[in-house]
């Protein structure tokens, strides 16, 4: 089994930047950086966006300590309400 491969951080080739993407658009990704952190630096209102990071719905509640990692696809859409 290659473990070097298991090392190397998502869709990233070795000598890029490390990345997300938030809603298809490219953006460096910083040390640290939390679901809850990336939506306040782009301006986004918490509440008024529901969150999910690699097609896997993340709850409001779980956005600090979510911590993204290069490569991530995050995707924010209109919150579902009613019933």
């Known amino acids: ?3 070097a491969a298991a ?4 869709h990233t080739p070795p000598d890029t930047p490390p ?6 658009q490219r953006l460096p990704l910083p040390p640290g ?4 952190d990336l939506l306040d630096r782009q301006g986004l209102t918490a509440t ?3 969150t999910a990071v690699n097609q896997r719905f993340v709850p ?6 979510t911590l993204l990692q290069a490569g991530d696809c995050v995707t924010t859409f209109e919150p579902i309400t009613g019933g």
């Not at 090392?7 to 998502?10: A, G, I, L």
């Not at 990345?19 to 298809?24: A, F, Q, T, V, W």
Request: charged share 25%; hydrophobic share 40%; proline share 4%.
């Open 60 to 65: 409001r509640a779980a956005r600090c300590s």
């Open 19 to 24: 990345h997300i993407e938030l809603d298809g």
């Open 7 to 10: 090392e190397t951080p998502r």
């Open 48 to 50: 008024a966006v529901a």
């Open 33 to 36: 950086l939390s679901l809850a």
């Open 1 to 3: 089994m290659n473990t």
